[in-house]
């Protein structure tokens, strides 16, 4: 297939660029800046503008574009940003979609694990209802913009958890504290994080490109674990304790807004889509995949 995707230097997309190329398609990326080979096209998502010719002969659009949800405090004009930088892409590549003659078969356009907001312990498939807090709201409106392709496209919204990764992602600034065991759970360590490793995340953004379903998809392993569970999995790969938890009044009055949602709310995801079709996860344990973070798998 030729595959278009926007957000393809970042975590996801630069694994995601690399799993595809080596199963034989054609990537191509959309860049802000100048392309520079002819695998790169041109796009500036927050004005609506894009090159209509990159959509040319592709068979799917893959979108990964949007600011970094943890990246900076959660300001008013941070949100704003989060937000806008998300429906602006989708929009952006939902009308190109509409301008062409042939539309691609398939959009595959990102949505995460934050739809639902703070669960409990609930089991959470794809059809439980979207949360109420920040993240929730700005999913359930990133995943509407999607629908707006054009008839005939498969819409696929993946719902995609903490990204368990060697280095970056999620885990970028707490890894290097576990390695030198300093790390520890946040909070109390009883929410559940719905985690997958980079190298599933990839393997099943490719699967959903030719699998036939559409919608929501959880994107996480089907072990489900807490906070706990996880970080001391982790932390015993690479041999350290991690003992050194950190209280949640800590991380609210150091990051507000951004530690309820992301670090302390419980999120108990069920890939029930994935797992109904047959999705083969290369780390479906934890204790898989905490060997694969710390290099051992």
Known sequence: MRILIAGASGLIGTALSGALRSEGHDVVALVRRAPASPAEFQWDPAAGRIDDTALKGADAVVNLSGAGIGDRPWTKARVNELRASRLGATRTLAAAMARTDAPPAVFLSQSASGYYGNAGAALLRENAPAGTGTLSRICVDWEAAA?????????????????????GGALGRLLPLLRLGVGGPLGNGRQFWPWITLPDVAAAFSFLLSAPVSGPVNVCAPEA?????????????????????????????VMGDLAEELLLASQRLEPAVLAENSFAWKHPSLDAAAAWVAGRG
Do not use: K, M, W, Y
């Open 147 to 167: 629908h707006e392709a054009p008839a005939g496209v498969r819409v696929v919204t993946p719902r995609t958890g903490v990204v368990l990764s060697r280095s």
């Open 225 to 253: 674990a807490d906070v706990n569970s996880l970080i001391t999995q982790l932390a015993r790969a690479l041999h350290r304790p991690a003992a050194l938890r950190v209280p949640a009044p800590v991380l609210r009055l």
